[in-house]
């Protein structure tokens, strides 16, 4: 049974920088891809990157800007968020994979409990 857990959120200035994490049990993260979500009050759950054995798949919004990676002896995946914008305001979610295209929500099967973050202007 996997469970994610979401940490590292938070209020950050225009500009600074944040990094969330998704610690991973009751599965090894080499086994499965994990992605990261955002959403923001009456709008849908977005994409924001995934990262799979050997790929990394990025949003155009953050691309550039974020980077996904992770640390398999801690069974925790990471997303740097460089120069975020006040746009970047949402809570965080992580996601473990099971089928289809990475992009969509609908291929996650297990969620994480989000983590709030305000970017300020």
């Known amino acids: 049974q996997v469970q994610l857990v979401e940490s590292g959120g938070g209020l950050v200035q225009f500009g600074a920088s944040l990094r969330l994490s998704c610690a991973a049990s009751g599965r090894t993260i080499r086994s499965y891809a994990v992605g990261w979500f955002r959403q923001t009050p009456g709008k849908e759950r977005e994409f924001v990157a995934g990262?799979?054995?050997?790929?990394?798949y990025y949003a155009d919004s953050v691309k550039g800007r974020f980077t996904i990676s992770k640390d398999n002896a801690k069974n925790t995946v990471y997303l740097q968020m460089n120069s975020p914008t006040p746009e970047d305001t949402a809570v965080y979610y992580c996601?473990?994979?099971?089928?289809?295209?990475?992009?969509?929500?609908?291929?996650?099967?297990?969620w994480g409990q989000g983590t709030q973050v305000t970017v300020s202007s």
């Open positions: 990262i799979s054995w050997s790929n990394t």
């Open positions: 996601a473990a994979h099971r089928s289809g295209d990475y992009y969509y929500s609908s291929s996650y099967y297990k």
